[in-house]
């Protein structure tokens, strides 16, 4: 089985700052692991995901995360962050099969201040 | 539409009533899932469908939950004699066989009062 901590529930950042979003995993197999941003009233958007190869993976608006397989980690970042960035941010893990249901961390609240 | 569509997106019952929701894969995607989202357990899974078959139906709650799939396409979720409990945004997720990325609706938001 597998599993996803998020570290902080809550992130408050001002505009134009960098931002970390925190995520561990476990599993005793090879995952898949992604991040999902969802904005209020709205479904999952996939923001990015590491499947293989390269360990810096970027996505869309801008962020990009890191895959550590020592740390069993993979953190979000921006470098400069804007106000419609507000939302909640869900890590995700599956297994790297040809199947695999979702296993979500339990999302960070970023709030981007002006 | 190019993306999964649901129905209804807002859903207020009264406790111990049926209720149906309706999930619109994007076409071609034989890969089906239901998700739950809920304050006190965050998003968990629920059921998996390849076609019309449920080979992974782990992650429902109780025998009060059911969901079908005609056609290969359009999924229902059903939940009988509903609980304050099953108040919740219930998302469905779809994706190509062996494709790694699953695409989600909007999500229908259930209130059992």
């Known amino acids: 089985a597998q599993s996803v901590t998020q570290l902080d529930s809550q992130v408050p950042v001002f505009e134009e700052a960098p931002v970390e979003l925190r995520c561990n995993y476990s599993?005793?197999?090879?995952?898949?692991l992604f991040w999902y941003v969802q904005y209020p009233n709205q479904g999952l958007q996939l923001l990015l995901k590491?499947?293989?190869?390269?360990?810096l993976v970027k996505g869309i608006n801008g962020f990009e995360a890191e895959f550590n397989k020592s740390q069993t980690s993979f953190h979000l970042r921006k470098p400069s962050v804007h106000i419609s960035d507000t939302a909640e941010y869900f890590c995700?893990?599956?297994?790297?099969?040809?199947?695999?249901?979702?296993?979500f961390g339990q999302g960070t609240i970023l709030t981007v201040h002006p | 539409g190019a993306g999964v569509s649901q129905s209804p997106s807002n859903k207020v019952t009264e406790k111990g009533k049926d209720v149906e929701l309706r999930c619109d894969p994007i076409?071609?995607?034989?890969?089906l899932y239901w998700y739950r989202q809920s304050l006190g357990q965050g998003l968990e899974f629920l059921i998996y469908?390849?076609?019309?078959?449920?080979?992974?139906k782990s992650g429902l709650p109780s025998d009060r939950f059911s969901a079908e799939r005609t056609g290969g396409s359009v999924s229902t979720l059903t939940i009988q004699r509903t609980q304050q409990e099953d108040s919740a945004v219930y998302l469905c997720?779809?994706?190509?066989?062996?494709?790694?990325?699953?695409?989600f609706g909007p999500g229908t938001r259930l209130l059992v009062l």
């Open positions: 997720a779809s994706s190509l066989v062996g494709a790694e990325t699953q695409y």
């Open positions: 599993s005793s197999v090879s995952v898949y």
């Open positions: 590491y499947l293989s190869g390269s360990t």
């Open positions: 995700a893990v599956r297994r790297g099969t040809s199947y695999g249901k979702l296993t």
């Open positions: 076409s071609g995607h034989t890969a």
């Open positions: 469908f390849q076609g019309n078959s449920a080979p992974d």
